[in-house]
C-alpha cells in the first residue's frame, strides 16, 4: 500500500473556504466587468475604427490600467449609449407589435362598423360590404 496524502473537506478550514469564494466572486465579478467594456467598446457609434482598436488592445495588453482608465474616460457615457440602445430596442419592439396586431381583432372592427352604421356615417350596403371583407380575413 502506498502512502499517498488525502485531501478531505475536513482539513480545508472554515475561512479558507469563504477567501477562496470570495476570489472566485471577485474573478466573476471582473470578466463580468471586462466583457461589458469590450461590448461598450464594439456598440460605440461614436468611436471611429482606430480608436475601437487602440481601446480594444489597451484593455486586453494592460486589464487592470486598461479598465480602471476606460472606466474614468468614458464610465459616464457608457450608461447613456446603454440606455439609449435600450430604448431604441423597446420602440423597435413596439412598433413590431403596433404593426404586427393591426387595427385589432374581427370583433373590435365589427362594433366600430356597427357604430358607423348605427350613427349614419355609412348605408347599409356599405355596412354589408366592410363586414364581407372582414370576415373574409
Known amino acids: ?3 499517498s496524502m488525502v485531501t478531505l473537506a ?3 478550514p472554515l475561512l479558507n473556504m469563504f477567501w477562496t469564494m470570495l476570489m472566485i466572486f471577485v474573478w466573476v465579478l471582473w ?3 471586462l466583457f461589458r467594456i469590450i461590448g461598450d467598446i464594439f456598440r460605440d457609434d461614436e468611436l471611429g475604427g482606430w ?3 487602440g481601446w480594444t488592445v489597451f484593455v486586453i495588453l ?3 490600467l486598461g479598465v480602471f482608465v476606460y472606466l474614468i474616460a468614458r464610465g459616464r457615457g457608457m ?3 446603454e440606455l439609449n440602445r435600450v430604448r431604441r430596442n423597446e420602440e423597435q419592439f413596439r412598433s413590431y407589435v403596433r404593426e404586427t396586431a393591426g387595427s385589432g381583432s374581427q370583433a373590435d372592427e365589427l362594433a366600430r362598423l356597427a357604430e358607423l352604421k348605427n350613427s349614419g356615417a ?3 350596403a ?3 360590404q366592410a363586414k364581407a371583407k372582414v370576415l373574409a380575413t
Open 1 to 3: 500500500m502506498k502512502d
Open 10 to 12: 475536513v482539513d480545508y
Open 31 to 33: 470578466f463580468m466587468l
Open 51 to 53: 480608436g475601437k482598436a
Open 62 to 64: 494592460l486589464p487592470f
Open 79 to 81: 450608461g447613456e449609449r
Open 122 to 124: 355609412i348605408t347599409e
Open 126 to 128: 356599405e355596412f354589408a
